[in-house]
Structure formats: structure tokens, C-alpha cells
């Protein structure tokens, strides 16, 4: 073998590896993986190629997807739950053109599930991987902007601010104030941003079948919730955590209650409500019987006693 | 195998081909027209893509209609696929093919001040001529200097250093390459290795590094910088050949350095203090403000927007701009979730038999999303 | 369109790699590596010139070395591999990084030959388990002292590897030996 122009050296021009990335990117983010499934809820540094979509639209998320997908994959990509979403539409072509992995909207169907701001409502299975797509890796940039001392904090397993931050609220308006991104402490060692999914959904990561793994892209963190992980979302004993109150919504095109709701204003001035999780509510609307949810009819969390009724501070 | 959802995919597709189709057609003579007229602009799209391809450059300015950021991410984004060769040995200034280098801390230097190429002290008037169809069908000639000026000069901190101004340089231990922290494959902590700072300033967006800069030149700083050397050069990619082990040029790259000095110097060493920042592609806006905040973030408290991990992360283009445009995704998901959190303050507070102002008027606080 | 070449080295890898994730994340099941040297092609899919391994083993270390990884003394060394655990192994096991509070992430990742499904039983439980897993492993009880040494996070993460069955207990798992 002679190598003795760099242009032998070099590989043609238009000739991208499998799933894009080259072999030593996918084999690091494979190390990272396989170090954050060890420590759960640790943001492990990774470098964090930039990729042809633009950095903060799931590039992170997307790094993880194809350094797991294969051409027998099945792949699900949803936002805001949304298969249909533009950015879902083209994250999953994206995947598919690098990979040849097969799509599906079917939350049960799919070995790979990359969202942004969602879990189905259908209870995941074991050795389903969810790939959740992370703006901000680091729960405590709100109390604490500099990233080495935030470092130094979980190190150090130092909350009191976070709690101090949720007293405050209390104090002031009776209840916790964080919509998305509920910080919640998993396996009681870190305290981790489950990624901007709302309330309604952080329960789900609690002693699930599957496998969840959070990457951001821009911020160069991949963490992970294995399965079968304890996920408590920060709460005081006296207060509990409140998920969205959507008892009284009804979807609009299935009559469903109970599940996650977009709320559309409507021009009388009223609001109408239908189902976030479109491949969810794509089953109801066909007449297959989906799977078991999270939330059963009557709004029951899967894991009794979990979700506390409310109360809030006189 | 069957396929999710259709209708969002044709809607990216056809907006996709709309853009195109405003943009005019993409040909071989755009690129090539791109590349060889517009230097500047391919130095600067270089720059923060950290590839250095002319060609490639212009495509992915022809290929964006000339959206930076865009243009900047395709680089990028084709950079991510390509394997690393080999090494370059390092350039010194001393090796430095220069076409211009000017100090403004001395009247005159040994090697002298060299002008070169430059619109310094052009008037700046719109060529109207050339919309007229009257200008002259040639540029002036450039007078040729009856001694040809040399390829290379010394350094001016040299004579510094010499002069006992400034510390002399650390030594240098032998180093692997393959050990220099490398800004694209490792993780940035802070303080930064010397390497990854460097290399982020030689990367970062332009219009970012001269905000923060002129941020610390106009008050915000400790420092006055004197710009003690600004250079434009050619470098040349000096490698090994991988079989016969020979070093070799592999050809060579436009390049750019600043040094800025204060005499504000550490309590420790006094002297003059250096700050320094290189580039691909000729930006002198970009290296000088860059050297001045290398000075900056070597003081022992910066401003906040001075420190490392501020200018580091805030001035990279492609994070920057990315997380920009994000937010024209949809958040109603997320909204939905402050909502709710809104109305129980509402029902709580405002609600007819809670009529109950909150403790204080303050905004509500909580993490962004 | 086609999509790019998935080779026979990435489909290997690939296989590999996900027996090792699903290893890692239901502690003590077993998951099966694809066919060929199972410790040579853990080395293939998780070494390449960015990391550094250890082993004692003289004909392990020249196929791993093709991967382009440096190899260090085992205090250093980030992927250890040792065909079985012996006296030898220990004393090197011993030096293994274990990372600290700050960056637990430093810590060293073991690859150990061993029999699976005979000799101690251990009774794990924590993160991937449901309740509790039982799983046999034939390996000097030593090992699980040295491993008992470091608290959480800090700690290696073991795969036991025995043919093409690979049993993974990362650090978080929480065990418990059986008098034989």
C-alpha cells in the first residue's frame, strides 16, 4: 500500500460515513453513552459535532439518534408532540436519508424516539431508547450562571439554592412557579432538567421500562435516566408537585380526556383542546386500540401513589 | 418499511425550493465569481467555519444567498465529516510570509512598518462611476518599489523581550501534537487550556468578538490595548510526509495575528502585558478586538462579560446564531405549561372570594425552558 | 435515495456497542455480543486514537493496539481488559482510576473475562432493576471488595464477559454477595 499525494489520503469528497457521522464521533458519543447510563443523571461532557441542521434545533438529540440507528431501526421523531411538526419532519428525514432506518408514528412501534418537549402517552417498553433534545442541560443556571461553579455544586450535591428558590415561590404565590424543565433529583444523587417536557410528562421518567437519554448539542452534555430509576420532581413534603390541570379539556376530535392537551385560541373567544401526542391520538382516530397510557381514562398516574393531590400553603 | 406523516415534509420541501428559487440558479460561475472577487468575505466565512477552502466557501456562500451564519454552518457542518491527515508544524511570525504588519507602538521598527495592502486611508466614497457606466476600464497600476521588500520579519516583542519590557517566553517542552487540546473534539472547562481559548477566538463570530471588545476598549475594560503588531501573511502548511517522513509544504494559507500590549502589568511580573489572537483569512477588525480580549480575560476580575467562559461561549457563531433561530420552533408546549402556572396564580390572587394581592409585585421567577 | 455504506466493521461495532448500552442499563441480564473475540471486539468498538487501555495480556494488547489507542500503565489507562481475574489482575484492578466527585466520568471501565451462571450468587438492585436481579459470577470475591471501596458516583463500571455473553454492573448498582 502507497500513500504518496495526500490527495490518496484523503476520502472523496462527497462520500459521508454511515449515519453521518465519521467512526470516531460515533464511537465517542457510544463511550459518553455508556458512562451516563452508569451514572444517572450526570452531564457528561462530549464534543459535540456541528451537523448539517442548524445548532439548538435537536442537534444534540440528533448526535445520540444516529450513533445508536441502524438500518433495522425503527425510528419515531416527534416535537411538541407532533409527528407532523416541521422540524420533526425533518430531523426524521434527516435520519433516515443517513441511515435507511424505517419511520413510524406509533410510539409502541419504534426502537428509537427522538422528541422535543414530549413523552407519548403510551407506556414505554424495555429496550425502547427515548432520545430527549436539550436546549439547557443545567438545572441550576437559573441560581447559578457559571457553569464550573454549577459543576462544582453537583459535585458537592449542593440543592439548598434550588429549594430556595421553590420556598420563595411558595411564599409568594402559594405554589411552584416552573412550567417545563421541572428540576427533578434521579436515583437521589443529581438533580437533573428532564428537557423542557411539561409536568405532565416528568412522572413518566420514574421507575420507567425504557431506556431515556438527554443530549444537548450546543451545550455539549449527555446525561441519561436508565430504567428502572427513581425520578422524584423537587418538592416539599407539605406541597406537592402539580402536574398541568387539564381535567375539564376534552379533545376536540376524540372526545379523550385525561391525556396532554394543545389549547387553541378559537376566534368567539373561547378555547378548543386536542391531543398533543398525534400518533396517540392517529390510533384512536383509525379504531386501533392503543396501548396502556401513563394516565389511565380517569386521570390515575400508572404508579399509585405517586402524583399527590394538591394542596397548596394557607 | 412505511413512512410517518407527509404533510409537514412536503411543506419544508416546498419552502425549501421557494428559497432556492428567489436565490436565482447556483452555477459554477457564481462560486467561482464569489471566490475570486469577494476575498474578504471568503477569509471571514473561513474563519469561523475553521476550514480553510476557498472553493468550498464560496459554494456555501453562493449555495445561501450570502447569509453568514448559514454559510458559516455548511462549513462547519462538512468539516465534522472530515478525517484529520496530519500535523502542521506551528508558524512564528519569524517564518511568516507577511504582507503587511504595522505597529502603533513605535514610530518606526526594525524590518519597518510595511502598509501592504490596505483601505485604511482610502476616502470612503461610493464608486458611482462604476453605476454610470464611466469608470476607467482598469484599476491604477501599483508602482513597483525599486528594492523588493522582504518575505519575513522579526517579531516586535522580540526587541521587547530583549529590552527586559517583557517577560521572556516560557519554554516551550516538546509537544505531540496529538496532545494539543483540540477545541472541535474535546470539552471546554473552564479556565481553559491556553490552546482552547485561542482556537476559539481564531473561530468565533466576528461581529461578537468586536462587540465584547469594543465593549472593553470603550470603558468596560481595565485596558487600553496598543496594538504592538498586527499582521497579514501567508503561512505555509508545513506536514510530514506520512511514508518517506519528509517535511513538506502542502501550500499555504491567508493568515492574521494581533499582539496588543498594556503597561498595566500583572503585580507579579511587572512589564508589559500581551494579549494575542491569529486567525484563517485576513480580519483585522477580528484579531485585534480578540487580542484585546485575551489581555482582558487574563486579568485577575474581568468585567462579567469579560470573563473566559463569558466571551468563549457568547461568541461562537454557530451556537450563537442556532439558538437565535430556535426559537422560531414551536414552544406551545411549553407555554402551555407557564400557562397553567399563570391561572392558579389568577385563580388564587384575583378570584372573587380571594381577593389577595401576591407578597410582592415581583416578576414571576423561574427557569426558561 | 441510498443511504451511506453500513459496513460489516460498523455493523459489528454497532451490535457490540448495543449489547454493552443494554448490559449497562438492566444490570445483571445478560446480553449477547456479536460473533469473533468478544474482548478484541469490545476494544474495536469503543477504542480509538482519542482513548487509552490496559491489559496484561500480551496477544489482547496487539489486536487492540490496531485501534490506534495508546496503551497505559493500568493507574492511567481508561479501558481495562482482562481475560480472566487472577491474582495478577487484582493488583492492577487495585490501581484503576475511579474518578472522583468532580468528574466521576475519569473513572476506569472494566472488561473482564469470567463464567457467568456458576460460582457466587450476587444480588443486585439500584437503577435497572426492577426490585432485585440475581445473576452468578465466577470471579475472585476480591474483586468485589476492591469494587465495595468506592462510594457513588465515583467507582468503574464492570462488563463480565463470558463467550459472547456480556453482563454489564455499572458503579450505581448496588450488590450483594451470597456465602457460596
Redesign the interface.
Known amino acids: 500500500m502507497s500513500h504518496s499525494t495526500l490527495a490518496a489520503l484523503a476520502t472523496p469528497r462527497a462520500d459521508y460515513s454511515y449515519a453521518f457521522l465519521d467512526a470516531f464521533a460515533r464511537r465517542e458519543l457510544r463511550r459518553r453513552t455508556l458512562k451516563a447510563i452508569a451514572i444517572p443523571g450526570y452531564q457528561v461532557p462530549y464534543a459535540s459535532r456541528e451537523l448539517p441542521i442548524a445548532r439548538g434545533w435537536g442537534t444534540g438529540g440528533l448526535q445520540v439518534s444516529l450513533a445508536l440507528v441502524g438500518p433495522q431501526s425503527v425510528v419515531k421523531v416527534i416535537d411538541q408532540g407532533a409527528d407532523d411538526s416541521v422540524n420533526a419532519a425533518n430531523l426524521r428525514r434527516f435520519i433516515t436519508r443517513m441511515s435507511g432506518a424505517a419511520t413510524t408514528t406509533d410510539a409502541l412501534q419504534a426502537t428509537i424516539l427522538q422528541s422535543r418537549h414530549r413523552i407519548p402517552e403510551e407506556i414505554l417498553r424495555e429496550y425502547q431508547t427515548l432520545v430527549l433534545q436539550v436546549p439547557d442541560p443545567e438545572p441550576l443556571r437559573a441560581v447559578q450562571s457559571d457553569s464550573s461553579r454549577a459543576h462544582q455544586m453537583h459535585a458537592d450535591a449542593d440543592y439548598g439554592q434550588m429549594w430556595l428558590v421553590l420556598y420563595e415561590q411558595l411564599v409568594r404565590y402559594r405554589q411552584y412557579l416552573q412550567g417545563a424543565s421541572y428540576p427533578s433529583l434521579v436515583n437521589g444523587r443529581y438533580v437533573i432538567s428532564p428537557s423542557p417536557i411539561p409536568r405532565w410528562d416528568t412522572p413518566k421518567l420514574h421507575q420507567a421500562a425504557h431506556l431515556t437519554l438527554l443530549a444537548a448539542g450546543r451545550e455539549k452534555r449527555l446525561y441519561a435516566v436508565p430504567p428502572y430509576t427513581d425520578v422524584y420532581p423537587l418538592e416539599f413534603t407539605d406541597v406537592p408537585f402539580q402536574v398541568e390541570d387539564q381535567r375539564d379539556w376534552r379533545c376536540r376530535h376524540t372526545g379523550v380526556q385525561h391525556k396532554f392537551m394543545n389549547e387553541l385560541p378559537l376566534a368567539d373567544g373561547s378555547a378548543g383542546y386536542e391531543l398533543s401526542d398525534s400518533g396517540y391520538q392517529q390510533k384512536i382516530t383509525a379504531g386501533t386500540a392503543p396501548g396502556a397510557t401513563y394516565y389511565d381514562d380517569q386521570g390515575n398516574f400508572y404508579h399509585d401513589g405517586y402524583l399527590k393531590p394538591p394542596v397548596r400553603p394557607e | 418499511?412505511?413512512?410517518?406523516?407527509?404533510?409537514?415534509?412536503e411543506?419544508?420541501q416546498q419552502a425549501e425550493q421557494l428559497y432556492r428559487h428567489l436565490n436565482g440558479p447556483l452555477t459554477l460561475e457564481l462560486v467561482r465569481a464569489i471566490e475570486q472577487q469577494l476575498p474578504y468575505l471568503i477569509d471571514r466565512v473561513m474563519g469561523e467555519g475553521s476550514l480553510y477552502a476557498p472553493e468550498l466557501a464560496a459554494l456555501a456562500l453562493a449555495q445561501t444567498g450570502g447569509d453568514l451564519y448559514e454559510a458559516v454552518?455548511?462549513l462547519?457542518?462538512y468539516?465534522?465529516?472530515?478525517?484529520r491527515?496530519a500535523y502542521a508544524q506551528p508558524v512564528t511570525p519569524a517564518t511568516m510570509l507577511t504582507v503587511r504588519r504595522i505597529s502603533a507602538a513605535f514610530k518606526d521598527i526594525p524590518g519597518g512598518q510595511i502598509l501592504g495592502p490596505t483601505l485604511d486611508y482610502s476616502h470612503r466614497l461610493l464608486r458611482l462611476d462604476v453605476l454610470d457606466g464611466t469608470a476607467p476600464a482598469e484599476t491604477a497600476p501599483v508602482a513597483l518599489a525599486a528594492d523588493p521588500a522582504p518575505a519575513t520579519y522579526p517579531a516586535v516583542a522580540d526587541w521587547q523581550r530583549g529590552q527586559q519590557l517583557m517577560p521572556p517566553l516560557p519554554p516551550q517542552p516538546p509537544l505531540e501534537p496529538?496532545d494539543l487540546p483540540d477545541i472541535?473534539?474535546?470539552?471546554?472547562?473552564?479556565p481553559a487550556p491556553r490552546a482552547h481559548r485561542l482556537q476559539a477566538l481564531a473561530r468565533a463570530d466576528t461581529g461578537g468578538i468586536l462587540s465584547l471588545g469594543y465593549a472593553s476598549m470603550r470603558g468596560y475594560g481595565l485596558i487600553h490595548p496598543t496594538v504592538n503588531e498586527l499582521r497579514l501573511g501567508h503561512a505555509e502548511v508545513q506536514v510530514t510526509h506520512?511514508?518517506t517522513g519528509a517535511a513538506f509544504s502542502?501550500g499555504r494559507v491567508r493568515v492574521s495575528q494581533a499582539e496588543v500590549v498594556t503597561s498595566g502589568g500583572s503585580k507579579e511580573a511587572p512589564g508589559l502585558t500581551i494579549g494575542f489572537a491569529a486567525t484563517l483569512g485576513w480580519n483585522e477588525v477580528k484579531v485585534i478586538a480578540a487580542s484585546t480580549l485575551d489581555m482582558e480575560m487574563n486579568q485577575p476580575e474581568p468585567h462579567p462579560a469579560h470573563t473566559e467562559?463569558f466571551v468563549l461561549y457568547h461568541t461562537e457563531p454557530?451556537?450563537a446564531?442556532?439558538?437565535?433561530?430556535?426559537f422560531k420552533?414551536?414552544?406551545?408546549?411549553?407555554f402551555?405549561?407557564?400557562?397553567?402556572?399563570l391561572r392558579?396564580?389568577i385563580a388564587?390572587?384575583y378570584s372573587a372570594d380571594q381577593p389577595a394581592q401576591?407578597?410582592?409585585a415581583?416578576p414571576?421567577?423561574?427557569?426558561?425552558? | 435515495m441510498t443511504h451511506p455504506a453500513f459496513t460489516p466493521a460498523e455493523a459489528r461495532q454497532r451490535d457490540t456497542f448495543l449489547a454493552l448500552m443494554w448490559a449497562l442499563s438492566y444490570p445483571g441480564r445478560t446480553a449477547t455480543l456479536p460473533a469473533g473475540d468478544a474482548l478484541a471486539g469490545i476494544g474495536e468498538a469503543l477504542l480509538d486514537l482519542e482513548t487509552t487501555y490496559y491489559t496484561p495480556d500480551a496477544a489482547l494488547a496487539a489486536l487492540l493496539a490496531r485501534s490506534g489507542a495508546r496503551r497505559l500503565p493500568p493507574d492511567r489507562a481508561a479501558y481495562h481488559f482482562y481475560p480472566q481475574v487472577d491474582a495478577a489482575a487484582l493488583a492492577d484492578i487495585a490501581l484503576a482510576a475511579v474518578g472522583s466527585m468532580l468528574y466521576p466520568d475519569d473513572a476506569a471501565t472494566l472488561i473482564i473475562g469470567c463464567r457467568l451462571h456458576s460460582g457466587a450468587a450476587l444480588r443486585l438492585t439500584g437503577p435497572g432493576i426492577p426490585g432485585e436481579q440475581r445473576c452468578q459470577v465466577a470471579a475472585a470475591p476480591e474483586l468485589w471488595s476492591l469494587r465495595a471501596r468506592s462510594p457513588f458516583p465515583t467507582g468503574w463500571d464492570v462488563f463480565l464477559v463470558d463467550g459472547l455473553q456480556v453482563v454489564g454492573l455499572p458503579r450505581s448498582t448496588r450488590l450483594h454477595v451470597d456465602a457460596l
Open positions: 418499511m412505511y413512512v410517518a406523516a407527509k404533510g409537514g415534509e411543506a419544508i454552518l455548511l462547519r457542518a468539516r465534522s465529516t472530515q478525517p491527515l496529538a472541535t473534539a474535546d470539552n471546554v472547562l473552564f506520512p511514508i502542502a467562559e454557530v451556537e446564531s442556532g439558538f437565535c433561530i430556535h420552533l414551536p414552544h406551545y408546549v411549553t402551555a405549561s407557564s400557562l397553567d402556572n392558579k396564580v388564587t390572587f401576591p407578597a410582592a415581583q414571576m421567577k423561574q427557569a426558561t425552558p
